[in-house]
């Protein structure tokens, strides 16, 4: 290699155009998509043949949804909603979230807690929702204060759960050994049990936002009828479904994109988790 191409072509960056090709996802990851997005065009795609082939009264074609998505956007009847909701999900599901993890680090690690406390938790996680909400509107009737309670409820269980699971499997020689160490109780929490418990935590966290979505919808339905829950019981009582599958819709993405955004804060607090998973 000559003098002038070694000048020419500063550390780090390719030197022929073949290389700079080579810069992007892996093919791995590219298939993936491509896979993905191949799903996407096939069931968006078979829904629209068969939207149009049936009775509008039992499914509506993604391109009606659209029109209506746009009209109840415009009217500002759809953001209104979806800001109803999101504020009682956001407070529902950080207060639940806050919580239950602190009351499953406690109930995890010690067992004096988690015996006085473990028969509530099942009795409590084991009742069905909606066997309480008559008892919910007695004590809060039917404004912001129940659909908070209800989503909080349906919520703070899943993320105790999981955190006193995560707390259980950490294996007790690492705790052994920093007690070794003369480490106090707060430096092994800090430094051995919490790092352990992130990965259980945030399974938690994923499966209490499709809960706090269900919770939110639910108390929506039977409480004060407002936000997307509202939306779906107006017009599925008016027989229009293409504005009914709106909020439904709006609902499911939500829960993607927080689904997606506890993982990323998982990748944040926990890499060596990402790094475990890709080799």
């Keep these: ?3 002038e191409k070694l000048t020419a072509a500063p550390i780090g960056v390719p030197e022929d155009e073949d290389q ?17 997005l191949a799903s996407i065009v096939f069931v968006v795609g078979g829904w629209e043949i068969l939207g149009q082939n049936i009775n509008p009264l039992f499914l509506a074609p993604p391109s009606a949804i659209l029109v209506a998505a746009y009209q109840m956007t415009a009217s500002g009847q759809l953001p209104a909603a979806l800001g109803q ?19 499953g680090l ?8 988690a015996a006085s406390t473990d028969w509530i938790v099942s009795a409590l996680y084991a009742t069905p929702l909606v066997a309480l909400i008559p008892l919910v509107i007695i004590w809060f009737g039917l404004g ?9 409820k349906i919520t703070v269980f899943t993320v105790l759960i999981n955190t ?28 051995i049990i919490l790092p352990s ?5 945030a399974t938690g966290l994923r499966l209490g936002i499709g809960r706090a979505l269900i919770g939110m919808v639910v108390a929506e339905f039977y ?36 689904s997606a955004g506890v993982r990323k804060i998982e990748e944040m607090v926990a890499p060596w988790k990402r790094a475990d998973a890709s080799n």
């Design 106 to 113: 406690l109930i995890g690690r010690y067992k004096p807690v």
């Design 1 to 3: 290699m000559s003098v």
């Design 197 to 201: 418990a992130l990965p259980f935590m």
């Design 20 to 36: 700079i090709e080579n810069i992007g996802p892996p093919p791995r990851a590219r298939r993936l998509w491509m896979y993905r």
């Design 223 to 258: 409480t004060a009828i407002t936000g997307l829950g509202a939306l779906i019981v107006i017009y599925g009582n008016q027989y229009e479904v293409a504005k009914m599958f709106v909020p439904i819709l709006v609902l499911m993405l939500l829960g993607i994109a927080l």
């Design 144 to 152: 912001f204060a129940a659909k908070l309670f209800i989503v909080f």
């Design 164 to 191: 006193a699971a995560g707390v259980r499997n950490v294996p007790e020689p690492l705790i052994q050994l920093g007690k070794a160490f003369g480490a106090t109780e707060r430096q092994i929490f800090a430094k």
């Design 85 to 103: 909701s999101l504020l009682t999900l956001l407070i529902g599901f950080v207060t639940a979230s806050l919580v239950g993890m602190a009351l």
